[in-house]
């Protein structure tokens, strides 16, 4: 099936940086989906994209669906400390959903 | 939050011995789904289930069984736990099938830890 590689693995990053993360893939998706997992809790949908090229903003966070379909990107602008946990990607295509292993943020005060 | 508890929200549990975790929705979703989640690897889907006594498996089916007897509760069985079985379990439901729709419209739980020894 498909795979989904999550990079960087981990971001160790001071407060009030801005912050970028991929997910890339060798198989094309519909959709991508960001999720954010606090510690002790379940994820929690951040961003959801639909179309190849599609920028989507929420609040400090910007996600865009790469125009080969095979990739996305999510960015944090000006990180507070709230903004750790593991962010998570998730891609779907003929009824089949695939999520990456997680980006571990830990923001620095 | 979505209504969803996840319990127990720990357990260890000796290898061989039967294990239910359960999951319980008081949103009246149709789907519901469970997943496991551990170090490296995205969650990755057991069984799901599609309305009252209606399952299907997912990616990693074997070693596990599911029972949906009412529309708010999705247990997930492992008959005779394995080492390989020490993961986080997550529960997730949603209105439409996130199988077809891509997603977007699906609730996690918190989560059970599970430790098999």
């Known amino acids: 099936g498909q795979q989904l590689n999550q990079s960087p693995q981990s971001m160790f990053i001071q407060e009030g940086e801005d912050v970028s993360m991929n997910c890339t893939s060798s198989?094309?998706?519909?959709?991508w989906l960001w999720y954010k997992q606090d510690p002790g809790e379940g994820p929690v949908l951040l961003i959801a994209?639909?179309?190849?090229?599609e920028l989507t903003s929420n609040g400090r966070l910007t996600a865009q669906f790469g125009i080969t379909r095979k990739d996305s990107f999510l960015n944090i602008s000006a990180s507070i400390p709230s903004d750790v946990g593991i962010y998570f990607c998730?891609?779907?295509?003929?009824?089949?959903?695939?999520f990456g292993a997680g980006t571990r943020l830990t923001v620095k005060p | 939050d979505a209504g969803i508890t996840q319990s127990p929200r720990h357990k260890v549990t000796e290898t061989g011995t039967p294990v239910t975790l359960r999951c319980h929705q008081t949103?009246?979703?149709?789907?519901m789904y469970w997943y496991r989640q551990d170090p490296g690897h995205g969650l990755r889907l057991i069984h799901y289930?599609?309305?009252?006594?209606?399952?299907d498996k997912g990616e990693v089916s074997d070693g596990y069984s599911v029972s949906r007897s009412k529309t708010e509760d999705f247990l997930l069985t492992l008959e005779s736990a394995t080492s390989s079985q020490t993961s986080v379990y997550f529960c997730?439901?949603?209105?439409?099938?996130?199988?077809?729709?891509?997603?977007?419209?699906?609730?996690f739980g918190q989560g059970t830890r599970l430790t098999v020894v």
């Open positions: 198989s094309i998706f519909n959709t």
């Open positions: 289930s599609y309305g009252v006594k209606d399952t």
């Open positions: 994209l639909y179309k190849a090229g």
């Open positions: 997730a439901i949603s209105e439409f099938n996130i199988l077809n729709t891509g997603g977007s419209e699906a609730f």
């Open positions: 998730a891609g779907f295509i003929n009824n089949d959903m695939r």
């Open positions: 949103e009246n979703h149709r789907y």
